[in-house]
């Protein structure tokens, strides 16, 4: 198992953020993560990234405890936030340079140029990232996400920002990369889970309420958004 989720809990003061969470994602999978706002989704997302601690509840990323190791965890993971942080007055290669160093990516320039060309930022590559439109910036995240090659991908709302071409770009980009990752995302578009993950997780209220294969709605001819609606009212 890639991540392993198992009996999380989380509160803010008196506010339950996440009740008992519990579920496993293997290498391979693109799981799309849905809820309401305020459902809970960004909460677990930033303690499976190590950026929150769990009250109760052990998560696990390739067989390594987010308490006890998580700078490796750090660096099997990649994530890119919902409010995608950027150092505007960088350009581009530069802030890939400085985050590939972080990583200690080997080769960093040749990997730089891979991915440039691999997500698309071939245009703008020499522009600070100030300039840039907010789906090229959405771009720049992607590209720091992936930079070292992570076995896990974290992303909330990836495809925020882009207009109808990119998103198809970025949806295919990502159902390319994740034939050999875990990807676990986040969004409000169920167009976007149909045409991208293999399963969906449904939470609401801090609990999950649904878990299952695309394939079965598919099958049984089940509308996602109103099953969605359903469950979350």
Known sequence: MSLIINSVTKSYDKQ????????TLNKGEIVGFLGPNGAGKSTLMKIITCYLQQDSG????CNLDIQEQDLQVKAKIGYLPEHNPLYTDMYVKEYLSFVGGIYKVENLNNRIAEIIIQIGLMPEQSKKI??????????VGLAAALLHNPEVLILDEPTTGL??????EIRNL???VGKDKTVLLSTHIMQEVDKMCNRVIIISKGKIVDDQLI???????????????KLTA
């Open 163 to 168: 207009d109808p071409n990119q998103l198809v």
């Open 16 to 23: 339950q953020a996440l009740t008992d969470v519990s579920f």
């Open 174 to 176: 990502i159902k390319e």
């Open 130 to 139: 100030g300039e840039l439109s907010k789906g090229y910036r959405q771009r």
């Open 215 to 229: 394939s079965n709605f598919q099958n049984n001819k089940i509308d996602l958004e109103e099953h969605f609606r």
């Open 58 to 61: 052990k998560v696990q990323v």
